[in-house]
């Protein structure tokens, strides 16, 4: 089908007015408007016309195009200046430069209330330190024509080949020759059991599909999430059990189904059922230690797997078995609180049936897998296929990481050898000089080995403690360290923990070849070398540790990041070996460091230079310079590296390593009973981290009940159980095609899309690209929930890396996964893309959305300051990544079930694209595994993209992003520069403030948010001003409180230069600049943390302390929150047996709304009887675009979701109590009053709707504090405390309140101190995954955190006199970076360092350290 791209019909002169909003228009100053403005256009509108005022400023743009005689919708959000008077604006409406419209409004400003608000502010706008943010989507009406869809230019797709071609093919193997086919065959069906129940897996599923895909796909067991498929987040933790061995914890998503035979998993389903729920579960219910309830089942399976294990129950350690799991909902410490009652259980797990392992055999689409029970078949497979790809299997971990590091020809492998059940390698010998371990075992049992000769070589002790720190439980129960040597192996750059203490302790491997010769060679010659040298099929066989002598002392360390499941930003290990009982006269010393380039390097120089001196402090002086040199020169030229690494500063790894000897050696001269001075005492410790503790203080108000109360989430227990169902975990139809996209990865015009070989790959159905969107006939542009291209097409560029140029449909995901990899693209020419927010600068790519705001006149100070501050983006990390499963009703229409937070934009976007009627289009969910805003536009391209393939293929259709895909399609928080200018009195008062911020919003303005603020501070005057930049990363996004925490963060930015910069404690300026409304959370926070008397016992020791720093920040929040721009419809009906079916349109995305309705709607529903329960109502569940007519429903973000859906429940049930007012009678129950209103025939089903005229606007203040402590050597932190004081309003849930409060402030802790998008220069983004990018876990929240909420005597919110929980604290968070600035601040003056330094977010460890520094 040709299409036409959009032309003007007829001139532009035709535009009507159809209505308009009330001229003038009478209204309170700061009130917040919505005038509405209704034009038709006679001719089609090109996309972009936009209202500007009269001056030019852009107001809104309509990005789409608008077809003619549509109507078309100009709602404006704007705050009425703060004074009295009349003020009148003019606004123009144009296209293409073109006036088509003037429009003007009279704002009639009357004040009514006594309340002293900002200064007067002299133009139409926001009033600073409260943002607008509206979302500008065009507002089109589908009520005339659609729109006719813009031509498609489709890149040549190639879907077969040529005879020739064949070659070009990697070559399949053939079936099993006949000696393989006598040891290994016939074929059997793979058999293991689940729960309890044997299962033989079909004959068609991918070898490499993994075990979570088989539960959830195969057997419907979607208590196994998959979060992120690479063993990083823990939501598919299972529990396997092997014949005479411990139960092992394990991350299904890695673990290969073919990896199975004679196993026993236990999934959460088999833990508890929501009918019979175990007492881990309950904890879980009853600590509200699930939100969005995706990382929960694998939460419970992780402290489960703990228990059966027989794990320890002290503190520390139950908070530790979290370790490899992520939430990025709660904030853990409900989490904890639930693992407190862990304690007190018992999990007994039956032993699984003894089954001899047997030699099997699996041959799959030209791939082969061999079971092995012993070396003899290992080499029999080995002697056939060494020069094949493969992959000797053990735990099979090592595919969540390697893909991070350049390719190995092994990575991609034809031909599997189980190596799990081969006796040689899981031997165990311990003598006493060493151990020597198989290399089939894992790292639990070569940590439980070190454990045990530890009680009686205590220098070994230092090596358990590191293994513990490698990955995690579900990774080291079941991977092997032989699996992590020839990770290091085949990937140089791989920071392998496992080879630097193998390496420190002077273990030897073990190689074994075909012949059954071995040899023993050391580690790093056996990591540098080209092994195997002679035999093709030579493997490790086992490693032998020697036991340190007496007189030795080892020390290791592994520096993160973050505190849990993460590689090493270095690590290091070292030995020194003493001559006699006493003294510390260096006989020996071995120096090993990792991660300064490739493999660990041993610094045997240093070593040299160390023999038989005394390792005193002159002598640790001089070999930490020898160390750096050594370092130095080793690496010649200090190389940046480049992607796919993430970089970590190389001159930080370069500092640190002698720091870390420095720390070993003093270490070692108090082992050998040497006094340290009191500033060696402090390089010599390391912060100790305690077991982590919560607080929360709130009141209940009983007369609401159970509105008000601390309930727990009505969906907890499904959650805990696993059956609360994500978009992906619903019964697939049969016939159900797996999607993938494929993503663009050059910034080049796409020229020919090969994809042949893919669609060659078994289970694979087809391949889609712009060519089918243009053959169904629907656009290929979105423009409206999202703006771009759903496929690349051949016209032009793509616009940003990540962008989807097709989608591979299959069977499995797996092979949807193998077919997306064999897609190849021919690209044009590559363009230099814009990356930074200074390139964009430079090409002149900068927009305006709100112009410059002002507040008073400028007033001089005494001494004026500049500065600046930029940021990263910060992904949303959603748990559940970006999902749709769509497929065709009865009717030919579409029902889309899509995890996203604006249903309604969605069903309108799809009606728009696929030229439907919106009639047609059904969206629904039931909830989102998390969203934080990345889900409200984000959702779109992989929601169309698999409409389209439902409307081309004809079958239902599933896409669930891969988390590195995820990443790398789609936005995040976006990267901001902001300067500033400000002029100061001598005590560190603000008088004037110019501020200037620059939000790199990637492709388009769309996920724009206003980020220029003055949060809770008054001051005299300020020019506040921010414009987005755009650049080629994706489309940069809304994501918790959007512009709002940036503001926060840069005004604290500029708060704590003044205070540095005058010479005083950042509290005492910010008290001088504070807005009065927040004296009472400030003076309550102050209080209830006893700053005069912490701040001096701080100082105390930090005088006393040269390595170690605290610091302390108290930061507040004024948050407006826009309640009346929030608009929701709800429906209460009552059936004929008193059971309630209540529908809303808030969606849950974790934030414990459908908990919120449920007690608003059971406290009306009692004041009908007294006897009505809360049980009795049930949520209709999915929310669906058919249940309501969606117009003007309000997305669910912006925190004020549950209070508007709260009025209109309140609205829909005032009516029901009115309709049975009549039955209603002292003593009657509910069940009678029902009967009898039924009877006689009353409407039982009543609507309701936030309640427009109730629904002001409302202001939130909030107060914290973080105290934190630095380590100076190396750059970690550890957050000993944050202390929150917030104005909730009269909660309507104080438990769910804190879950968010709580929640959102971790967000901002990662923001703070971790998370930061890296990106190369050609915009590719370098950590897409759990690997590289990390998000707060258990251990890195503070040790202790209080949450108060503050008492309400007098209610000032509209609902119930609630206020939001869900944003407003994580502006708090800043707190936690300018903690670190203090603690480095004072390390700083030690030094004769200024305290004034800029340093950019996350305060990560190389910035923590080099600031310390210099
Ligand atoms: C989430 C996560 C976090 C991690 N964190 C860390 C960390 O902090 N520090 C760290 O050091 N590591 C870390 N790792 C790496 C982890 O230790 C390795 O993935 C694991 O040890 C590999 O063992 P495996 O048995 O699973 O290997 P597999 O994946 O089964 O095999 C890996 C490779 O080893 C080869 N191989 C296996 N056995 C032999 C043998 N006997 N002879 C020759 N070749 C063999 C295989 O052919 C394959 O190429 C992490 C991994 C994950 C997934
Ligand atoms: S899905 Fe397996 S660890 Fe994330
Ligand atoms: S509840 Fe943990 S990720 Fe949402």
Not at 316 to 328: A, F, M
Not at 722 to 749: N, Y
Not at 1061 to 1086: F, I, S, T, Y
């Amino acid at each position: 089908m040709a299409h036409e791209k959009h032309r003007l019909s007829k001139p532009f002169d035709s535009m009507e007015l159809i209505s308009q909003p009330a001229n003038p228009l009478k209204c309170q100053p700061g009130e917040l408007l919505s005038p509405v403005w209704q034009l038709r256009a006679g001719a089609n509108l090109p996309p972009n016309a936009a209202l500007r005022k009269a001056g030019g400023e852009v107001v809104t743009v309509i990005a789409d195009p608008v077809p003619a005689n549509c109507c078309l919708e100009l709602q404006l959000q704007l705050h009425a200046p703060e004074f009295e008077g009349d003020v009148v604006q003019n606004f123009v409406f144009t296209s293409e430069g073109e006036v088509l419209k003037e429009l003007s409004l009279v704002l009639c400003i009357r004040r009514s209330a006594k309340e002293r608000r900002a200064e007067a502010h002299p133009d139409l706008g926001i009033i600073p330190g409260s943002h607008t943010r509206r979302i500008y989507f065009g507002k089109l009406k589908l009520d005339t024509d659609l729109p006719s869809s813009e031509s498609i230019v489709a890149p040549e797709v190639i879907t077969t080949r040529g005879e020739d071609d064949w070659q070009l093919l990697d070559e399949k193997l053939m079936p099993l020759p006949p000696q393989l086919l006598q040891i290994f065959g016939p074929e059997a069906p793979l058999r293991f059991s689940v729960n309890g129940e044997e299962k033989a897996v079909p004959a068609h599923l991918p070898l490499t599909m993994s075990l979570a895909e088989y539960l959830r796909y195969e057997l419907g067991l979607t208590g196994t999430k998959i979060g992120c498929g690479e063993g990083g987040c823990g939501a598919c933790t299972v529990l396997l059990k092997a014949p005479n061995a411990k139960p092992r914890l394990a991350n299904a998503c890695l673990r290969p189904l073919h990896s199975m035979q004679g196993l026993e998993v236990t999934t959460v389903e088999d833990v508890g059922t929501v009918e019979k729920p175990h007492a881990l579960q309950q904890a879980f219910v009853k600590h509200n230690a699930s939100q969005c309830g995706m990382c929960t089942p694998g939460m419970v399976m992780a402290i489960y797997g703990h228990l059966a294990k027989g794990g320890s129950k002290q503190p520390q350690e139950l908070q530790g078995c979290i370790q490899g799991n992520l939430c990025r909902c709660t904030g853990y410490r409900p989490i904890h609180d639930a693992m407190k009652e862990a304690a007190a259980l018992e999990v007994t797990c039956s032993p699984a049936k003894a089954a001899a392992p047997k030699p099997m055999v699996w041959f799959r689409d030209g791939s082969l897998w061999f079971d092995c029970t012993s070396l003899k078949e290992v080499f029999a497979a080995l002697g056939h296929y060494a020069s094949v790809p493969h992959r000797l299997v053990v735990g099979n971990t090592s595919t969540g990481v390697t893909k991070y590091y350049p390719p190995h020809p092994n990575d991609e492998p034809k031909v599997f050898i189980n190596l799990q059940s081969v006796a040689e390698l899981r031997s165990i010998q311990r003598t006493d000089s060493g151990l020597t371990v198989g290399a089939a075992c894992t790292l639990t049992t070569l940590i439980e080995e070190l454990e045990t000769a530890s009680k009686e070589r205590q220098q070994l002790l230092p090596v358990v403690e590191h293994l513990k720190l490698v990955a995690h439980p579900q990774v080291r129960d079941v991977a092997s360290w032989a699996g992590n040597v020839m990770i290091a192996k085949t990937h140089p750059d791989f920071p392998s923990d496992v080879c630097l203490l193998l390496s420190t302790l002077k273990a030897k491997l073990t190689l074994i070849d075909s012949a059954q010769k071995t040899e023993q060679v050391d580690v790093i010659d056996f990591l540098s070398s080209k092994l195997p040298r002679n035999d093709p099929a030579q493997i490790i066989h086992s490693v032998t540790i020697p036991f340190p002598g007496a007189e030795t002392f080892l020390d290791t360390f592994k520096v993160m990041r973050r505190h849990m499941n993460t590689h090493a930003e270095v690590n290091a290990g070292f030995l020194f070996e003493f001559s006699g009982k006493d003294g510390v006269k260096v006989a020996n010393a071995r120096l090993v460091v990792g991660n300064i380039e490739h493999q660990p390097f041993v610094a045997s120089e240093t070593a040299k230079a160390l023999l038989g001196k005394d390792l005193d402090s002159v002598t640790i002086d001089a070999a930490k310079k020898t160390l750096q040199a050594e370092l130095k020169a080793h690496l010649a030229q200090p190389t940046v590296p480049e992607p796919p690494f993430v970089v970590v500063d190389p001159q930080y790894r370069l500092n640190l390593a002698p720091q870390l000897f420095a720390r070993a050696a003093l270490r070692a001269r108090r082992a050998r009973g040497l006094a340290l001075s009191a500033s060696e005492a402090s390089a010599a410790e390391a912060p100790l981290r305690p077991p982590a503790e919560g607080h929360q203080h709130f009141t209940v108000d009983s007369s609401t009940a159970p509105l008000g109360q601390p309930l727990t989430k009505v969906q907890g227990l499904d959650q805990a159980c696993g059956t609360a169902q994500f978009v992906a975990d619903a019964p697939l139809l049969p016939k159900t095609l797996f999607a993938l996209p494929v993503l663009v990865q050059k910034l080049a015009t796409l020229q020919r899309i090969d994809a042949s070989e893919c669609l060659q790959v078994e289970g694979v159905h087809s391949f889609l690209s712009a060519a089918d969107v243009k053959a169904i006939g629907a656009s290929n542009a979105m423009n409206l929930a999202y703006h771009g291209k759903i496929f690349a097409d051949a016209a032009e560029k793509p616009e940003h890396l990540g962008q989807f140029l097709g989608l591979v449909l299959a069977d499995s995901f797996e092979a949807a996964r193998t077919g997306v990899r064999l897609v190849h693209v021919e690209y044009g020419e590559e363009v230099e893309a814009t990356v930074s927010t200074a390139d964009g600068v430079l090409k002149g790519s900068v927009q305006e959305r709100h112009g410059v705001l002002s507040i008073g006149t400028h007033t001089p100070g005494t001494k004026s300051l500049q500065g600046k501050i930029s940021s990263a983006g910060q992904k949303h990390f959603y748990l559940e990544p970006q999902t749709t499963y769509a497929y065709t009703d009865c009717n030919g229409g579409l029902i889309v079930n899509s995890s996203c937070q604006v249903l309604d934009l969605a069903q309108t976007q799809l009606a728009k694209t696929l030229h439907m009627p919106m009639s047609k289009i059904n969206v629904q969910n039931q909830r989102l595994g998390g969203a934080y805003g990345g889900k409200a536009m984000l959702f779109a391209p992989g929601c169309l993209a698999v409409c389209i393939a439902v409307l081309k293929t004809k079958r239902p259709v599933l896409l669930q992003m891969d988390r590195t895909a995820d990443f790398q399609a789609f936005g995040a928080r976006a990267p901001f520069d902001a300067s500033w200018d400000c002029s100061i009195q001598d005590d560190g008062k603000i008088c004037s403030l110019k501020q200037e911020i620059l939000q790199n919003v990637g492709t388009d303005m769309m996920g724009f948010s206003q980020a220029s603020s003055v949060n809770c501070y008054n001051l005299p005057h300020a020019q506040l001003h921010c414009k987005g930049v755009i650049t080629n990363l994706p489309c940069n996004t809304w994501m918790r409180a959007p512009g709002d925490f940036e503001g926060a963060f840069i005004m604290e930015a500029i708060m704590e230069q003044v205070a540095r910069a005058v010479g005083r404690e950042p509290v005492e300026v910010q008290e001088l600049n504070l807005d009065e409304a927040m004296q009472k959370a400030w003076q309550r926070l102050k209080t209830k943390v006893s700053y005069d008397e912490t701040l001096k016992s701080l100082k105390d020791f930090n005088s006393k302390s040269r390595y170690r720093k605290k610091g302390i920040y108290c930061m507040g929040s004024r948050y407006k929150l826009e309640a009346s721009t929030f608009f929701e419809k709800a429906m209460v009906r009552v059936h004929v047996d008193g059971s309630v079916q209540l529908e809303h349109t808030g969606l849950e995305v974790g934030q414990g709304m459908d908990t919120k309705a449920l007690q608003a709607c059971a406290m009306e529903l009692k004041k009908i009887a007294g006897d009505f329960t809360m049980d009795k109502i049930q949520t209709q569940l999915p929310k669906s675009t058919k249940d309501f007519t969606w117009r003007g429903v309000t997305g669910t973000f912006g925190s004020l979701t549950s209070e508007t859906v709260v009025s209109a429940i309140l609205e829909a049930c005032g009516k029901l109590q009115k309709e049975m007012q009549p039955w209603v009678a002292a003593g009657r129950g509910w069940q009678e009053v029902v009967m009898l209103a039924t009877k006689a025939g009353a409407e039982l089903t009543q609507a309701g709707v936030t309640e427009k005229a109730k629904v002001h606007d409302y202001m939130l203040f909030s107060a914290g504090c973080a105290q934190v402590e630095i380590d100076v050597l190396t750059g970690e932190t550890q957050v000993n405390s944050f202390d929150l004081v917030y104005d909730c309003g009269k909660s309507l849930n104080p438990a769910v309140d804190i879950g968010q409060i709580e929640g959102s402030l971790m967000q901002a802790l990662g923001f703070s101190l971790l998370e930061e998008e890296t990106r190369g220069k050609d915009g590719r983004l370098i950590n897409c995954g759990t690997w590289d990018y990390k998000i707060p876990s258990g251990n890195d929240i503070p040790v202790r955190l209080d949450v108060e909420l503050l008492p309400c005597l007098k209610p000032d919110a509209p609902v119930m006199g609630s206020k939001a929980s869900g944003e407003p604290a994580q502006l708090l968070g800043g707190a936690f970076f300018y903690a670190v600035k203090d603690a480095i601040g004072y390390a700083r003056e030690e030094l004769g360092l200024s305290r004034v330094f800029r340093m950019d977010p996350p305060a990560s460890p190389s910035r923590i350290q080099t600031f310390c520094e210099q």
